[in-house]
């Protein structure tokens, strides 16, 4: 068996990932090349839990004039339609899954406890993190910072659609330049969009490493876990 140099991470998709090249709803080629991966981080004894947005749903209250908590309470249930498609499809592939929710929904998941997620990955299962923190004006971002330092996570796989943290934009300047590491502190006074500024913060104050990835090849997710070189790494001065 390999030996991965993480044993407990925290993987955030967002929920655009998840609707591949048409940008809405779901893809199930790209969810199964996602659950394949997390699959094999689980099988070498890897404890993963997910945090999954739903921008693929919901894109909060562009362009509608909406009550800033009521749209987050709907981007909030966008979650949990992306949280049961990547449990179903984990559970085809023989991995015990639970959905835990940060606003109560018994009938179709757990709520969240923190002792009771820690003992679902100790046992081998695969935990969704769903609804975000279960409060608005947080993103799902920050849900990822909390949840991630709430169970002792060693990392946070941030998956994205490029390959790291650049100085600028690659999608509009072809010389950006891509830093293999860097501090939390020049990720927020750089604006650089990694996370949002909350979320950055929380991992700083917790010291809480964020490997950021590009998901264009869903490989990366094992990769990262067994160490490899993939994307940027943020953290403290002293870990760069």
Partial sequence: MSNPKYKRVVLKISGEALAGKTGFGLDEEV???????????????????????GGNFWRGRSGVHMDRTRADHMGMLATVINSL????????????????????MRAIAEPYIRNKAVRH??????????????NPFFSTDTAAALRAAEIDAELILLAKKVDGVYDSDPH?????????????????????????STAT??????????????LNNPENIYKAVMGEDVGTMVSSPDSE
């Fill in 201 to 214: 913060s929380l991992c700083m104050d917790n010291k809480m490493p964020i490997l950021v990835f590009g």
């Fill in 31 to 53: 969810i199964s090349k996602i659950t394949d991966q997390i699959k094999r981080c689980i099988d070498i004894g890897v404890n993963v839990a997910i945090v999954v947005g």
């Fill in 85 to 104: 498609a990547l449990q179903d499809a984990l559970e085809h592939r023989g991995i015990e899954t639970r959905v835990q929710t940060g606003i109560e």
């Fill in 121 to 134: 990955l100790k046992k081998g299962r695969a935990v969704i993190f769903a609804c975000g923190t279960g």
């Fill in 172 to 196: 509009v300047n072809s010389d950006a330049v891509r830093f293999d590491a860097i501090n939390y502190l020049d990720v927020l006074n750089k604006g650089l969009g990694v996370m949002d």
